[in-house]
T-cell receptor, first 115, second 116 residues
Framework: DTEVTQTPKHLVMGMTNKKSLKCEQHMGHRAMYWYKQKAKKPPELMFV???????INESVPSRFSPECPNSSLLNLHLHALQPEDSALYLC??????????????FGPGTRLTVL | AQKITQTQPGMFVQEKEAVTLDCTYD???????LFWYKQPSSGEMIFLIYQGSYDQQNATEGRYSLNFQKARKSANLVISASQLGDSAMYFCALRDSGAGSYQLTFGKGTKLSVIP
């Protein structure tokens, strides 16, 4: 299984809602990532987990809360988002955090719209 | 200064012809890696090819090859025999130790359109 899956594919939420994005991989990868991508822009790194521990938080607002319950799952909890948070949210995983070829495999993304 | 520069916002290529997508990079780290990803309109980022800074030969993967010119700091992607399914956004990315070796720095991308 060489796939990263993400659910839901699309999400529309109001500014007062609480929702979660889910990411799953069964490749035995120990590093997982959340990216945010606005239209016609490259992905921007948000969070990095290594061995289920948060390694990097790229100054992301607290309305985004990541969680890594086990080595295969990564969640992104959303609360009190703003319309400017509307974007494609991509999850990725890699065998390890650093070094060598170690490419990141991406999921199909969740298209989020905040009303 | 930008770490990764893709100077072609958009490119057109005739089906079955070859196309080169440009990428230049800036790093002082002797150890780094360069990646190319394809992003169709569906959104998924698909890994295409990797070149390590110490690799002696240019990377190749099927119809994809990387024209790596270390002295010029360029890592251009060559797609041979273009197919309609190659129409997508293409991102070049650098991983060096400057930003933490976990992090990929992406270029702005090149939108490739394959014409039948």
């Amino acid at each position: 299984d060489t796939e990263v899956t993400q659910t839901p594919k699309h999400l529309v939420m109001g500014m007062t809602n609480k929702k979660s994005l889910k990411c799953e991989q069964h490749m035995g990868h120990r590093a997982m990532y959340w990216y945010k991508q606005k239209a016609k822009k490259p992905p921007e790194l948000m969070f990095v987990y290594s061995y289920e521990k948060l390694s990097i938080n790229e100054s992301v607002p607290s309305r985004f809360s990541p969680e890594c319950p086990n080595s295969s799952l990564l969640n992104l909890h959303l609360h009190a988002l703003q319309p400017e948070d509307s974007a494609l949210y991509l999850c990725a995983s890699s065998r390890l955090l650093a070094g060598g070829e170690n490419e990141q495999f991406f999921g199909p993304g969740t298209r989020l719209t905040v009303l | 200064a930008q770490k990764i520069t893709q100077t072609q916002p958009g490119m057109f290529v005739q089906e079955k012809e070859a196309v080169t997508l440009d990428c230049t990079y800036d790093t002082s780290d002797p150890s780094y890696g360069l990646f190319w990803y394809k992003q169709p309109s569906s959104g998924e980022m698909i890994f295409l090819i990797y070149q390590g800074s110490y690799d002696q030969q240019n990377a190749t993967e099927g119809r994809y090859s990387l024209n790596f010119q270390k002295a010029r700091k360029s890592a251009n992607l060559v797609i041979s025999a273009s197919q309609l399914g190659d129409s997508a956004m293409y991102f070049c990315a650098l991983r060096d130790s400057g930003a933490g070796s976990y992090q990929l720095t992406f270029g702005k991308g090149t939108k490739l359109s394959v014409i039948p």
